[in-house]
């Protein structure tokens, strides 16, 4: 059964204090994974998509990798605007797409 | 304005009452999906659609009809609500059907009493 989970539930950082976001995943053919951001009372917003192992996209303080069961999105010295609630999303058949249930961070002055 | 809107953003409504979210996006974009998040599950798929008269069941359609008569609207219907159909209800669109750059509505909350 194809399955995505995040890591941790919750995140409270200081500001400045960096630290990464998990997402697994044990899916039958990966076609893609990625990566948005949801503001409370909003939809979600497109940050990436990974494609293979290995590879890395970068955007402003935030840096998505992929390994064959994993992908981290790193947070380097966050700022209280970066707090919001971070989904993990893989599409393995043509349009099926499964989300996890996010982490919400939270940057703290 | 250009964009993906959905209306309306809050409902209320009774159980065995038919209610249709609509939503309308602005890119002409092929494809057009409804989701809803409920606490502990993400989003989940209700429906999908790769373009006009074109639409495919998701994860958990049993109890809502989508129609797509023109390219840029996405109506979703409960036919008869229920209270298990209380959730977030959320359209998005895309260019592509690999979901590349999803682009995503504000939501309709949506309340079943």
């Known amino acids: 059964e194809d399955q995505v989970t995040q890591s941790p539930e919750a995140l409270r950082l200081q500001e400045g204090e960096s630290s990464s976001l998990n997402c697994s995943y044990t899916?039958?053919?990966?076609?893609?994974l990625f990566w948005y951001r949801q503001d409370p009372g909003k939809g979600p917003e497109f940050l990436f998509t990974?494609?293979?192992a290995g590879e890395e996209k970068e955007k402003e303080r935030l840096k998505a990798t992929l390994t064959k069961k994993e992908s981290f999105l790193h947070i380097t010295a966050p700022k209280p605007e970066d707090s919001a609630t971070y989904l993990c999303?893989?599409?393995?058949?043509?349009?099926?797409?499964?989300f996890g249930t996010g982490t919400r961070l939270t940057v703290i002055p | 304005d250009a964009g993906i809107t959905q209306s309306p953003r809050y409902k209320i409504t009774e159980t065995g009452r038919q209610v249709t979210l609509m939503c309308h996006q602005t890119?002409?974009?092929?494809?057009m999906f409804w989701y809803r998040q409920d606490l502990g599950h993400g989003l989940r798929l209700i429906y999908y659609?790769?373009?006009?008269?074109?639409?495919d069941k998701g994860e958990v359609p049993d109890g809502y009809v989508v129609s797509r008569s023109k390219t840029e609207n996405f109506p979703l219907t409960l036919e008869s609500a229920t209270r298990s159909q209380t959730s977030v209800y959320f359209c998005?669109?895309?260019?592509?059907?690999?979901?590349?750059?999803?682009?995503f509505g504000q939501g309709t909350r949506l309340t079943v009493v």
């Open positions: 998005a669109s895309s260019r592509t059907n690999k979901n590349t750059e999803a682009f």
């Open positions: 899916v039958s053919g990966l076609r893609g």
């Open positions: 990974l494609y293979s």
């Open positions: 999303a893989v599409q393995t058949g043509a349009n099926n797409l499964f």
């Open positions: 890119w002409s974009h092929s494809y």
């Open positions: 659609s790769a373009a006009a008269d074109i639409t």
